[in-house]
C-alpha cells in the first residue's frame, strides 16, 4: 500500500514539475484616476527559467476623463542578465479619424493590451524589471486607472 501511494506522489510531483510556467501579471493602480508626469512606474517580476519563451505585454486601463489622443511612453525593461531595453510607445487611446476612445470596453473602462516584446527569452534566471515613465506633456494625466505587464508563456 505504501509503494502504491510513493508512487502516486512521485507522478504527481514528476507531472507537475513538467507543466509549462503560468501566465504572471502586476497592475499599478493611479489614485483618483490620475498619473503624475514624474510619477514612474516600476515592476519586478521573477524568471525561474532561461529556457521559456514570453510573450510580454503592456496593459494600459483608462476612462473618458483622458484628455487628448495618444499617451506617449518610456519603457525600460533590464532583464536578469543586466541588459537594457529601451523604447518609445504613443497609444492612441483616441482616434485620430472622430475622437471616440479607442481600446476594449470593459466594466466601467476601456483596455489596451499591447504586445512588448513577442516570444522573449531571457538569458539567465533572476528578477526582470520594469520601469514605466509618463512622457505626456501634462504634469497630471486624468482617466488613467491602470497600468501593467502580462508575461505569458510563448505558443512557439
Same mark, same amino acid.
Request: overall charge negative; hydrophobic content about 35%; some cysteine.
Given at each position: 500500500?505504501?509503494?502504491?501511494? /510513493? $508512487? $502516486?506522489?512521485?507522478?504527481?510531483?514528476?507531472? %507537475?514539475?513538467?507543466? #509549462? =510556467?503560468?501566465? @504572471?501579471?502586476?497592475? @499599478?493602480?493611479?489614485?483618483? %484616476?490620475?498619473?503624475?508626469?514624474?510619477?514612474?512606474?516600476?515592476? +519586478?517580476?521573477?524568471? @525561474?527559467?532561461?529556457?521559456? &519563451?514570453?510573450?510580454?505585454?503592456?496593459?494600459? &486601463?483608462?476612462? +473618458?476623463?483622458? =484628455?487628448? &489622443?495618444?499617451?506617449?511612453?518610456? $519603457?525600460?525593461?533590464?532583464?536578469?542578465? %543586466?541588459?537594457?531595453?529601451?523604447?518609445?510607445? !504613443?497609444?492612441?487611446?483616441? *482616434?485620430?479619424?472622430?475622437?471616440?476612445?479607442?481600446?476594449? &470596453?470593459?466594466?466601467?473602462?476601456? +483596455?489596451? #493590451?499591447?504586445?512588448? @516584446?513577442?516570444?522573449?527569452?531571457?538569458? +539567465? #534566471?533572476?528578477?526582470? #524589471?520594469?520601469?514605466?515613465? !509618463?512622457?505626456?506633456?501634462?504634469?497630471?494625466? =486624468?482617466?488613467? /486607472?491602470? $497600468? %501593467?505587464?502580462?508575461?505569458?508563456?510563448? *505558443? !512557439?
Amino acid at each position: 500500500m505504501r509503494k502504491i501511494i /510513493l $508512487i $502516486i506522489l512521485w507522478g504527481a510531483l514528476w507531472l %507537475g514539475g513538467c507543466k #509549462k =510556467q503560468d501566465e @504572471h501579471s502586476q497592475f @499599478h493602480q493611479f489614485k483618483n %484616476g490620475v498619473w503624475e508626469r514624474f510619477e514612474f512606474v516600476n515592476f +519586478e517580476f521573477p524568471v @525561474h527559467d532561461a529556457r521559456q &519563451r514570453w510573450d510580454i505585454y503592456l496593459v494600459l &486601463r483608462y476612462n +473618458e476623463s483622458f =484628455q487628448g &489622443r495618444l499617451l506617449p511612453l518610456n $519603457i525600460e525593461m533590464v532583464t536578469p542578465s %543586466g541588459d537594457s531595453r529601451v523604447k518609445d510607445y !504613443n497609444l492612441f487611446l483616441r *482616434s485620430v479619424n472622430n475622437d471616440e476612445i479607442t481600446g476594449e &470596453r470593459s466594466d466601467g473602462f476601456y +483596455e489596451q #493590451k499591447v504586445l512588448t @516584446h513577442p516570444q522573449f527569452s531571457f538569458s +539567465e #534566471k533572476g528578477i526582470c #524589471k520594469f520601469e514605466i515613465e !509618463n512622457l505626456n506633456s501634462n504634469y497630471f494625466t =486624468q482617466g488613467i /486607472l491602470e $497600468i %501593467g505587464f502580462i508575461l505569458e508563456p510563448s *505558443s !512557439n
